[in-house]
Structures are given as C-alpha cells and as structure tokens.
C-alpha cells in the first residue's frame, strides 16, 4: 500500500512536467494548428534560464591569492561573486541560493520574447503548409536551439541547486500512519507539483473568464467565423504562442533542481509529450493535462519491483503500450475531437 | 418489388429519432426524389443505404439482398453509386485519372494489387474513361488538375465517375446545392440525359423543387424522420398536407 | 523501354549512369588535394551508404509520398532487417542473399503486423501508432532481448549483433583458416573487396559491396517508377486524395494502405539486410526514433511523392552528415592557409561552430533552409535552376511546384 | 595555430606512381602495399581518432580530443615532450613514428555503435587511418573493437569499462589501457569494507545495458565477498531521465547502501534524484544510508555538482595522483603541466588514457620496427612500462587488457575550485585487482589471431 502511495506521488509529480508540456504543445496546435516540434527546445530553454541565471549571480571579481596555489602551481585564483560584494555576503549567498525562483521572472519575457520571435518570423509562413512541412521545420529549429546552447554551455549537465530550505525529503508516511521512511517526498518536487497546478490552473482560468480567452476558444473551434467578425485573431494566437512558450519555459526553469539540465533535455521529453497530446487527444486541453498526469503515474507503478516481475522491462515500454491502447480503444485518444488531424 | 425496399427503418441518435418507420420502395428504371424541410432526416436516410450509418431497426434490400451491415465500398460493388453534396473527386490526380479510377474499381474489385502495369497502357480501361469523358463533354479537360475545374465541372466529372461504373442504382444528394443557376440548368440536363439514356434508377434527394419538378416521375416528402407521402410530382404539388408541410415555408420563404 | 514512358527511362538511365560513375562523380578532387580530404565521398562506406539510404527512402516514399501515411517508426524495419541478416550470417554462412532475403521477409511480416494495428487509425494518430511500436522496438532489443547473459539474447543490446568466430555458420566456415572471422561475400566475391584506379593524381575505388547494393537499389527504384505508374499507384495516390470517394467507389482502401506500409517496409527491411551485408553488426539505434525522423527528413528534404527525390534526399543527408563531423580546425587552417595569418584565425572561429562537433547545428539549419524555401524539396531546387537556365518564368516553376503531389521525375 | 601540419599521406604515395602515367589497377587488397591495410608509404602516418562529439558525451569527446592532439605534438616533437621524458621505453624522439610525422583525423561516434562503426570505416577507407582510438562507451568500443579486426588496423580503446572489452568480445587487434568493471570492483571492496562494515545491505540500481549488467555482477560479486547482501537489482532504462520512481522505494526495502551502476547523465540525474530524496541524511538499519557510484568521471562529478560530495567511487586515474602519492605515479604531473599549459586545465581520465594510448601505440610500432598490425600487437602483448602516470603497468598478452593501480576517490565536500571535486581516497595496488584470463565475468570469447588486412 506504501508502495502504491509512494508511487502514486512520483507519478503526480512526472505527469506534473508531462502536462505541462503538452498543454502549451496543445495550446499552439490547437490555436495555430501547428504542430510545433520545437517545443521541446522551448523547455530546455527555460531551464537554461534558471541555468544563466545561476551564472550571472554567480559571476565573480577573481584575485589571486598568493598563499594558495593551483594545479599548474600558479597563485591560486579566489573569486568572489559580485553580488556578494554588492549585497553582502549573507544576501548575495541568499540571492544565489534562491536563483531558481528568481529565474521565472527572468524566464517570463524571455519566453515571451522567444515565442513572438519564433512565430512571426517562421512559423507563421508555415500555416498552410502540410503538417509534415512544420514538423520539420520545428524539427530543424529544435536541433538548431539545442546546439546553440551546447556551443555555450557545453553538453555536460549543470547542476542547478533548488533554494537550501527546498532540500532534503518529507516523512508522508508517518504524516498518515505509515513507518517512518515509508513514504518520503522532496520538498521541491512537492513546490514542482503546486507549481504546475498553479500554471494549469492560471492557462484554463485566463482562457475561460477573459474575454481575451474567449476569442481564442472560439477561434480554436472555429478559426473562420471568428475571422469573419473582424477579430484580428492573428495577433491573438501571435500572443498564444508566446503564452505556449512561457509555459514551457516555467516548466523548465522549475525542472532545473529535478534534473541537471543538459542541451538534450528537451529531445529526451518531446516523443513523450507528444504522446501524451496525442493520447489525450488533439486539440484537447484538458485532455492534454489528464493524458499528462495518466501517463506519468502509470509509469511510476511499472517501474516497481513487484509489476517488473511479472513483466521484465514493461517499465521501458509502458508508455508506449499504453498509448496503442487508448488510440486503438478511442480512436481521438481521450478527449479529441473529431477530424482534427486525421487527414 | 422494387429495386431498392426500405422497410420499417428506424434510427436514433441519442434522444433524437432521425428515422421513424421508413418505409420505401423504389422501382427500377424510376427518377425517385425525396424531399423534405431541413432536419427531416432526408441524410440519414441515405446514410443507411450506403452503408455510412447502420439503422437500429428495419431492413434495406437491394435487388433482394440486404446491403445492411455492408461496408459502403461493397455496397458500391453491389451497384449503388452516390454522389455527394459536394463534389467529392480526386484533387490532387488529373482529371482522366479520375476517371479511371472507377473503370478500376468497376473491372477489378475492390482490391488488385496491379503493381507493375502501366496503367496508361491498359487500353481497356482508358478507352473507357476517355469515352466517358467525351460523353461528359470534359475530353478536352482529361489533363488538368482535377482540383482546379469549375464547380460545375467537378460536378459532371463526380457524375461521369459514378456512371462509369455502370450502376443499377445512383443516388444524388443535392447535386446542385450552392450552384449559379445556369451550372443547376446544365445539371438538370445530364441528368434527364442519363435517365433517358441509360438503364439506371436514380434517387436523388433535393431542396430545389425546380430541380426536383423536372427530373423526378415519384416524389416521397421526408418530414420529422417519416415519410409524408408519395406520389408522382403533379399530385405532389397539389397535396395539401405536403403544402402546408412543407412547399408552403418554401414558398413564402 | 523496359515498361517505361520515354521519360521515366531516360531518368532511369540518368540513374544507372549516377549510380554505375559514382565512384568517379563523387571523387572529384585529386588524391591528397586538401579539398579531397573532406569533400571527396568516393570511398565505400559512404557509396554504399547513399544508394542503401536512397533505397530506405525509396521505399519509405511509395507508402508516405503516395498515400500520405506519415510513418514515424519506419527504422523498426531497418533495424529488423538487420538483425535478420545478422543472424543469417551466424547461423547459415556468410553469403549474403540468404541474409537479404531473410531480411526482407522479416520485415513484411513485421509490417504486416504493425501495419494492420497502425492503419485503423489516420493522420497523426497513425503516426503516433508507428512511432509507438517503434520506440518499444528499440527499447526491448536495447535491453531486455539484447542480455548477453540471458538466454534470449537476441540484439546483443548496447554493442549490437555482431559475428563470433563461435557462431555455427553451418553452410559455411566459423572461422577462416588463420582464425579470423569470414567475410561477407556474394559467391565468392568479397563485399569489402576493391578495384583501385589511379589515373593522374586521382584515384578511384570500385567496391564489390557498393556495386552490388548499386545494383539492388536500381531494381528497387525500377520497381519504384512501376509503381508509381500503376494503377496500385494511382490507386494509393487516390487514398492520399480522397478516401471517402474511394470507398464510394467501391474500393477498398485498408488492403491499398497495408500493401504500401508492406511494401515500403520490405524496402527497409532490405535496406537494413543490405547494411549489415556491408558490415555485419547491426546496433539498436538504427531503431531509435531520430533514426526514424532521419527517414522523413530524407523523404522531404528530397521531394516526397517525386520519383528521384528520395535518392537526392537521401544522398544530400548521409553526405553532409558524414562530411561536415569531420572537418576539424586543422583542415580548417589548411583551406584557409593561403590567407594572411590574422584573418585565417578569425575566419576559422566563425566557421569552428558549425563544423566538427557542429555539425548538427549546420544540419539543421540546412533542413530548416530547404524547407523553408524549396517547399517542394531538392526536387523543386532543381526544377527552379533548370528553369532559371532555361528561361522559363519562377512562377510557372512554382505553380508547378504546387502540383508536386503529382508524381514528377 | 597557424601551423598546418597536414599533408595527406596520399600525397607522395600518388607522386610516386604518377610518374607510371595512367591505370594502375590493383586490387585494395593484396600486396601493392606491404601486405597489411594503410601500410604508410608517405613520410606521414594518420592516426584517427574516433570520440563522441555530439550527444550527451561531448564534452567527454572534447577532452579526449585535447589529449590525443596533444600526444600527437609530443610525438611530432612539438612542446614539451609531456610524459614522453617519463615514459620508461625510451625509444621515442620526437621525431613521429619511426620517422614519418603523424597526421591525424577526427570523426565522430555520437556513442553509437553504428556511426561509430561508419566513422572509423571511412577513417579506414578513405583517409588511410592505420589506427583507431577514443571512444567513451563500451558498445562503441567493442563495436569498433570488431570492425578494427576485422579491416586489419590496431584500436587502442579509450574510456571503456564493461568487462567485454577484453573479456567475451576481446580481439586480437584490440587494446585496453583503461580499467574495467571487476577492477572497479575489486578496487573499491577492501575500502568499502573500511568505510561501511561488512554487514551491509545494498540495492542496485543498474543502467539496462551491456556496461550496466557487467558492472553490477561485479560489485555484487565483490561486495558479497565482504558479507554484504543484495536486497534487489533493478534495471532502469537508458532513456530514464527522472529516477524517482526507481529512488523512492529503496529507503523502505531494507537496505542500507544505494550503488548507482549508471554512467553519464543516467548517474548525473540519479544521483540528483537521490540526494534529493534525502537518502543521504537518512538512517536504516541503525546506520547511516550511503551512496556508491562504481564509476565516475571528473565530468560525471561537475554535472552533479555538490551531490556528490561523499561519494566514493573508482578511477583509473586522477591528476592530483603523484602530488598525493608519491613518484610511483610518475609522468602524472608531467602530463598535467603539458595539458594544462595548453588548455587551462586538468586533463580528465579519460584524457589520459587516450594520451596513454596513443604513445602505447607509437612506442609499439617503433620497438617492432614495423606499422604491421601483427608486429605492433606482438610488441604491445606482454609490455611491461612505467611513467605513464598509473605507476608500473603490464599489458597483459592473454586479453590485452592493462593491469595497473585502481584510484579510489570520493567527492570531495567542499571543493576549492572546479577541478577539484574529488579526493583519492585509496590507490589499490594491481595484485587485488588482478584477475586470470579466464575468470568466469571475462570468459566466453577469444582474441583470435591478429589481422594486418591486406
């Protein structure tokens, strides 16, 4: 039962990144109709933010200590970042030790920016082009960002530490009656969580009580009469683009402590998240977030001991066998609609 | 016992009953329209005789088979071609491949893996889909882009198709809506050339009564899912029920 | 000729020319020239690569360019193929057409399989269907059917199937008398086996491999162009038109869609059978799904739906991919030699990120370039020169770039 | 770096014949050359030297790259000699390869078995390579190991470390200088023992492929020598990039010891995901709950940043070794000065077992007087050598594999800089790491006979 609790939890928290992922997948194919490959990107880049971030508190004022020295037997160098000249010691360290948070406000405008940018200057000559065309083009985008960022950070994981007060692990288990260590969470996997509930939650909100969200569910069910009553919705999905892409953004700014970002993070969780879009059906924004959350916590149970032994290597395979099933058993995965990509 | 039995044919979607008790017998070699007022159920009904939809009750016949059950290519293959509101052709192949297509279908069945022929040296088959093309008056438009032909034309290419599989049966569902009037003249005239041309029994459903009046020998009104009534036109427009059913909100519309 | 309109036999004959010169055309520069270093591809892995690949492409086309069915796991296939192979050539012998047929029944009846699951669906769905059934693929023979110390070691996982002097080979020898592994052959003609020309400063190497895989993928593009004439073909390309019309017209649209997915799977399969025949170790990876996604870039980059843009596709692919990973700064410094010293460094670090370790990113942006101007491919690239050459209009080019559905030469 | 010491051995080689005017046909094969493959005619040799330059091993890739430009300068008598002067064979001069200058190409392995395999190929096929080095996976190894074999040239392996290398997949034209599995094993046992106690319980968790699998027979093997138990071995998927739902049970099964059989950024991530999980703080069984990662890397360790404070682990080598140890270890400062002068750094281990390698290869050649594969493998098989920084070294003729010292290291708590993230903890010396050739974890394949090509 512990188990089960256990990985109940790991599969939130997994489906947390998954949902967040697809949403903004879903939120510009459902709007732009495109399918964006590079979204992938999108989230390594966020993290990459929380990564620059780190960099920027951390640049330091290098003197040389003649006492101590290097490697090459040189003075060694002492290096004192700025901000702690600046701010003192126990804020600059505290500024430092918060640069994960910090990063989503610089993470924001970034995306944003990086969204605008990327929709009129390529995707939008891609909108009438077939599905095959954007994939690729995205496709080749995705490889290109990817490699800027290994030309400047290197393909080596950075290690992006989560605020001091956010490590270690919390005791569920004692919490609801269980042995001590039984259930045990990290604390920043818990705020990961919140977070992603925070964001979905904002992205459904803003698209179901502003009017601004009206226009564009109106227009992603029906791009031509929306046009036709002389709503540039254009300049409307310009800016849902730029929404996907912060969202994507946030969810890799937050991943950063997770896992060390690296410049292929965003390839290793695209054919994942484009699963779970798919499973949860195109164009479907609650499905997107339902599929995200079923898949992850589905793959947290095969991965235990007990499910592995009975079948070796499920683990490896679930997501994919779960996705046959759902496509086979219904046809527009969970919650499409119909003749959306089907062509 | 006509060529195409509709008997006791019901259909639900939900809480809606689309088709209530049809009933419908169509004589061979007959012009057979079914009308009726938006919502009456005329789609479903043909749905159910191609093989798109499956009622829940009741039975189709078609020269004495049942054709329910079916998947819609082999209703094809029994002989029933339809045609669609909107032409529905092969855009992205030339116009004389259109054509061809239903020569294919029509000599090979459903399947045949003809992998290694060049199909422009099958004589047979081309000499049939240039022969229909004459007869459509497209010859001269056997090489364009079956995509970029005036409405009307597909109209007649999508016609010429169905026809060149020689069906005993071809439905026609509202082959003229959204046509300019001359394109519906041109409509009407082919089809009271094939009917008074070819061994064929055509149904076709229809909202312009202009249309309907000068093609149809029996006419059924469709209203609410039921059949109204049938008759031969004249009778029709006189019938009081029909009137107040439905060419009445025609009329004053 | 042969069954072909005038046409398609004098692209055919451009083909056996391309393909029977390649070992001069892609030689251009002289032995030791510093250009010859990096853009010399007249070597045979990378022939043997470009006509293996164009036949992949080739086949991957009939199903994706005529039907439109997006497959996203077709290096399943491949990679089947070449485990097939392998394990010819540890059981049987070391001859190679037993491994290439093997290869490529082994891959029909796998994409029979998945085939018939994947086309109850379309559009995306099918290409999530495909993609699924890959990725589990490569993951179990990755993993679980790849353990080495497990009985069912099928994939040899990370290291790939390889040969074992200790393998049966029962219509052949295990090992060859001075105790190394036996090579691949075709009757006795050694699949490494080269004939050196020297002619001036040039050299040219004819390789048995690539001249029989030269020869298998002239048939298969012959078979190609049948197809695309026939009606089969037609009949694909009116699934890709128009399915509710074909079913109207009494044609049954699953049997034309499972026969293409066969087909172009069998193409695959021979392709992978035809990569371990040249060398026989077959790695998971060709399984993964950027090996899939290489596929559809290939198709695109070249023309889809045209008869020779999977070859272009294919060759202007495993070109640059093999090309571009090895400049280095110090063949860098050699071109640019002749240049005074400062600007030689400066215009060696603008280049140095997109060479060597860059070579993705140049990749990419080459994609992103051909996409994005040439919607139609290399095909289109090179119908737009021939008609700048000619004189004729960019714009008839491009109205006919947008019938580029049709199948062109 | 305007110096381009680049001319292709191809040159001379055609100046000579282009004299005979047109078609010279001859068959690849046979002895147009001197009767093996790439036989160097020119006054220049390539070496080609085959790392990872994109995917998750770049950087690896990178500094393998460092070191073997490097050790080709020293070769060519370019810079300072590095541990050339400290090299115990002495034949060397600086003056290349038996006085041919060495030339070198680079390709790229993306650590996949395959373009591996088609990289080396046209190192091999068109750019006359007569050697092949580098590599940072055991499948690359083994699957270039066989292709190397198979073509007639000489690999010297670079950072591989299943027990396949040179045990089941050994080759006759096949070289390791990097250490392996069951030494990592035998090396961190008896330090294990000293830091943990004998009465342990560990649970592993194991990458799901050929380089995980051998690693974990080989701890466990180890480790319940010493009385140890094993709860469980898992298997993670290679793709697996979160770890939590392999982490999280293992607090509650019993166990009081995690090794993390995983490599690059499997090991970053599930180090991370288990520090986080707070394993590290907790108790079990009455003591306090320890990490082992069998295996790692400098770089390994900068990706994990401060997680792998404490944990111990094994390496073939590190920089700080004659500092710390004495001359035993001598050539190590000799190479760190050389590669650090010229890049700003210390090398990796990686680095210098590449390095290692390529001087391995060069003295071979030039002690049997001949490029011939086969002489170069009869002058390697049972070389006994010191001064290449790992102490005194035997290339051992039964599977080629390198028998030396074993580095045990543990991350340091608070490093002083970014070079310096772990500490030596332990050398252990060759004999405990020694194992017969046919040792049950290595059997299962043979080197055959070697193969010049031709």
């Known amino acids: 039962m512990d188990q089960i609790i256990l990985q109940f939890l790991n599969g939130l928290d997994k489906g947390s990144a998954y949902a ?44 040389e200590d003649p006492t101590k020295t290097d490697f ?71 490889i290109v960002l990817q490699e800027v960022i290994k030309a400047f950070y290197g393909a080596n994981p950075i290690p992006t530490g989560a605020p001091e007060v956010f490590r270690g692990s919390f005791d569920f288990g004692v919490l609801i009656g269980f042995d001590p260590n039984a259930i045990i969470y990290p604390y920043w996997r818990m705020v990961y969580f919140a977070f992603a509930a925070v964001i979905i939650g904002a992205v459904f909100a803003f698209l179901q009580f502003t009017t601004f969200g009206m226009v564009v569910r109106a227009g992603m069910a029906d791009r031509e009469t929306v046009g036709l009553l002389g709503i540039n919705i254009d300049r409307r999905f310009t800016i849902m683009f730029g929404i996907a892409a912060a969202v994507a953004g946030l969810a890799g700014v937050m991943y950063a402590p997770i896992n060390s970002p690296n410049y292929h993070m965003g390839m290793d969780f695209l054919v994942l998240s484009f699963v779970v879009v798919v499973v949860g059906g195109m164009g479907s924004l609650p499905g997107a977030v339902l599929a995200g959350f079923l898949l992850g916590i589905l793959e947290a149970f095969a991965s235990m001991n007990e499910v592995k032994a009975i079948f070796p290597g499920i683990d490896q395979i679930i997501i994919y066998v779960v996705a046959i099933i759902i496509i086979l058993t219904r046809p527009r995965g969970l919650m499409g609609r119909k003749g959306v990509m089907e062509e | 016992m006509g060529i195409l039995e509709v008997k006791n044919v019901n259909k639900r979607f939900g809480g809606l009953q689309a088709l209530g008790d049809v009933n419908l017998s169509i004589a061979e070699h007959s012009v057979h329209a079914i009308i009726g007022p938006n919502g009456a159920g005329k789609s479903t009904l043909l749905n159910c005789l191609v093989g798109k939809l499956m009622p829940d009750t009741g039975s189709v016949l078609f020269d004495g088979q049942s054709v329910l059950g079916r998947k819609p290519y082999q209703i094809n293959q029994m002989g029933i071609s339809r045609v669609f509101q909107t032409p529905e052709i092969f855009g992205d192949l030339s116009v004389l491949e259109n054509m061809m297509i239903p020569c294919f279908a029509k000599r090979d069945g459903s399947f045949g893996l003809n992998a290694m022929t060049n199909m422009l040296k099958d004589r047979e088959i081309v000499e049939r889909a240039e022969h229909m093309l004459e007869e459509m008056n497209m010859a001269d438009k056997r090489h364009m882009h079956s995509a970029s032909l005036s409405r009307g034309d597909k109209r007649r290419l999508e016609i010429g198709m169905c026809l060149s599989q020689e069906p005993r049966l071809l439905l026609l569902d509202e082959p003229t809506a959204g046509m300019a009037r001359a394109d519906t003249n041109n409509t009407i005239d082919l089809l009271k050339q094939i009917r008074d041309q070819r061994d064929i029994t055509i149904v076709i459903i229809e909202h312009d009564m202009h249309v309907v009046f000068s093609l149809a020998e029996r006419i059924t009104v469709l209203a609410q899912g039921t059949p109204l009534v049938e008759d031969t036109p004249d009778k029709i427009k006189g019938h009081p029920k029909v009137r107040e059913a439905y060419l009445g909100e025609t009329q004053a519309a | 000729m042969l069954g072909l309109t005038k046409k398609d036999f004098t692209l055919f004959v451009v083909v056996i020319v391309m393909v029977a010169l390649a070992p001069f055309l892609l030689n251009p520069f002289p032995q030791g020239s510093s250009l010859a270093q990096m853009f010399n591809a007249g070597y045979p892995d990378l022939m043997q690569r470009f006509v293996i690949f164009g036949i992949l492409v080739i086949g991957f086309n009939i199903l994706f360019g005529l039907t439109g069915y997006l497959s996203f796991g077709h290096a399943a296939f491949l990679g089947v193929g070449s485990y097939s192979a392998v394990w010819m050539f ?187 025949s040249m060398d026989p170790l077959a790695g998971a990876e060709r399984m993964h799904w950027t090996a899939s996604g290489e596929i559809v870039i290939m198709a695109i980059l070249g023309g889809v739906g045209t008869l020779i843009g999977p070859i272009l596709g294919a060759g202007f692919n495993e070109y640059f991919k093999n090309i571009l990973s090895k400049i280095n700064d110090s063949v860098l410094h050699q071109w640019l030699g002749f240049l005074p010293d400062g600007i030689e460094d400066f215009l060696v670090t603008i280049i140095h990120p997109f060479v060597g370790k860059g070579w993705h990113l140049t990749l990419g942006l080459l994609f992103m370039i051909v996409i994005i101007f040439l919607p139609g491919g290399l095909v289109e690239g090179g119908k737009r020169l021939g008609g700048m050459i000619t004189g004729r209009t960019r714009r008839s080019a491009k109205a006919e770039a947008k019938q580029r559905n049709h199948p062109a030469e | 770096m305007s110096n381009s010491n680049f001319t292709r051995r191809g040159v001379l080689k055609t100046g000579s014949i282009a004299g005979a005017g047109l078609a010279l046909p001859t068959y690849l094969s046979a ?155 035998a090396a961190l046992a008896p330090v294990l023992e000293q830091l943990y106690g004998t009465d342990r319980r560990a649970y592993h968790l194991t990458a799901d492929y050929t380089w995980g699998w051998t690693q974990e027979e080989s701890i466990a093997a180890a480790t319940e020598a010493l009385g140890w138990d094993t709860v469980e071995k898992v298997r993670t998927p290679l793709a697996a990039t979160d770890f939590s739902s392999y982490i999280a049970p293992v607090l509650n099964s019993g166990a009081d010891v995690l090794v993390l059989n995983h490599y690059g950024g499997n090991m970053v991530n599930s180090l991370t995901n288990a520090v986080q999980f707070g394993l590290r703080e907790k108790q079990a069984n009455g003591k306090n709950f320890e990490i082992v990662v069998p295996l790692y890397s400098e770089l390994m360790a900068k990706g994990a940043g401060r997680n792998i404070a404490g944990i111990v682990g094994s390496q073939n080598w590190d920089w700080k070794l004659e500092n710390e140890k004495g001359d035993r270890y001598a050539g190590t400062n000799a190479f760190v000065k050389s590669f650090g ?87 252990t010396p060759t004999e405990q790491v020694t194992y017969p050739v046919d040792h049950p974890m290595f059997s299962g394949g043979a080197l055959g006979s070697c193969n010049p090509g031709a």
């Not at chain 3, 592994?181 to 080269?194: C, E, H, Q, Y």
């Not at chain 4, 050994?170 to 599995?181: D, L, M, P, T, V």
């Not at chain 4, 390697?380 to 045990?408: I, M, S, W």
Request: proline fraction near 4%; hydrophobic fraction near 45%.
């Open chain 4, 341 to 427: 002068e010229k890049y700003g750094f210390p090398p990796s281990q990686a680095a210098q077992t590449c390095y290692a390698q390529t001087l391995l290869y060069a003295d071979a050649v030039t002690r049997a007087g001949s490029f011939n594969p086969c002489a170069v493998v009869e002058a390697l098989e049972g070389f006994e050598f010191d001064g290449l920084g790992n102490g005194p070294t035997l290339y051992r003729a039964g599977d080629h594999q390198c028998f030396k010292d074993v580095v045990v290291v543990r991350g340091k708590e608070n490093p002083e800089n970014e070079f310096d993230l772990v500490e030596i903890v332990e050398v």
């Open chain 4, 31 to 185: 002895a147009a050359h001197s009767g093996f493959t790439n036989a160097p005619t020119g006054d220049t040799v390539t070496l080609g030297f085959n790392v990872p330059q994109s995917g998750p091993y770049a950087d690896e890739g990178a500094d393998e790259l460092r070191a073997f430009e490097l050790a080709v300068e020293h070769l060519n008598g370019q810079g300072d000699g590095g541990m050339m002067s400290t090299f115990s064979s002495k034949v060397l001069d600086g003056t290349g390869i038996m006085g041919k200058k060495v030339d070198f190409v680079t390709g790229d392995t993306q650590t996949k078995s395959d373009a591996a395999r088609a990289s080396a190929k046209s190192m091999i096929e068109k750019d006359g390579a007569i050697m092949i080095s580098g590599g940072s996976s055991s499948g690359v190894a083994v699957a270039v190991q066989g292709l190397c074999q198979e073509a007639g040239v000489i690999f010297m392996a670079g950072l591989t470390h299943s027990n396949d290398t040179t045990g089941k997949d050994k080759k006759a034209n096949g070289f390791r200088h990097f250490f392996n599995a069951y030494m990592s094993a």
């Open chain 3, 90 to 276: 540890k059981l049987l012998g070391m001859n190679v057409i037993p491994g290439i047929l093997l290869s490529m029944v082994v891959a029909g009846i796998f994409a029979l399989a998945i085939g018939y699951v994947s086309l109850r669906r379309s559009g995306i769905y099918f290409s999530i269907l495909t993609l699924a059934f890959a990725q589990m693929s490569y993951n179990l023979a990755y993993s679980v059917l790849g353990n080495p110390s497990s009985n069912f070691n099928l994939t040899n996982g990370e290291t790939g199937l390889q040969l074992l002097l200790t393998d049966p080979r029962i219509l052949g020898q295990s090992t060859t008398p001075d105790g190394s592994l036996p090579v691949t052959n075709f009757f006795g003609i050694a699949m490494r086996d080269s004939y050196e020309l020297r002619l001036g400063d040039w050299l040219f190497t004819f390789n048995a491999g690539y001249y029989l895989c030269g020869i298998i993928m002239l048939i298969s593009f012959y078979i190609s162009i049948r197809i695309f004439r026939s009606p089969f073909g037609m009949m694909l390309r009116a699934v890709k038109s128009n399915q509710q019309r074909m079913n109207y017209t009494g044609l049954n649209t699953k049997p034309y869609t499972l026969a293409a997915f066969v087909i172009s799977g069998v193409y695959a399969g021979l392709a992978g059978g035809l990569l371990s």
């Open chain 1, 72 to 142: 090459l037997g040189n003075p060694a160098k002492i290096s004192t970042p700025y901000v702690e000249s600046w701010f003192g010691p126990e804020m600059g360290a505290a500024l430092i030790d918060w640069s994960v948070p910090l990063a989503i406000v610089f993470a924001i405008p970034i995306m944003v920016a990086l969204g605008f940018i990327m929709e009129r200057g390529l995707i939008k000559h891609f909108y009438k082009r077939p599905h095959a065309d954007q994939i690729l083009v995205t496709f080749g985008l995705a």
């Open chain 1, 20 to 63: 967040l992922i697809a949403l903004g997948l879903t939120l510009i194919f459902g709007t732009l109709g495109v399918v964006n490959f590079a979204h992938g990107a999108l989230f390594m880049i966020g993290a990459f933010c929380a990564v620059t971030v780190q960099r920027i508190l951390t640049l330091s004022t290098v003197v």
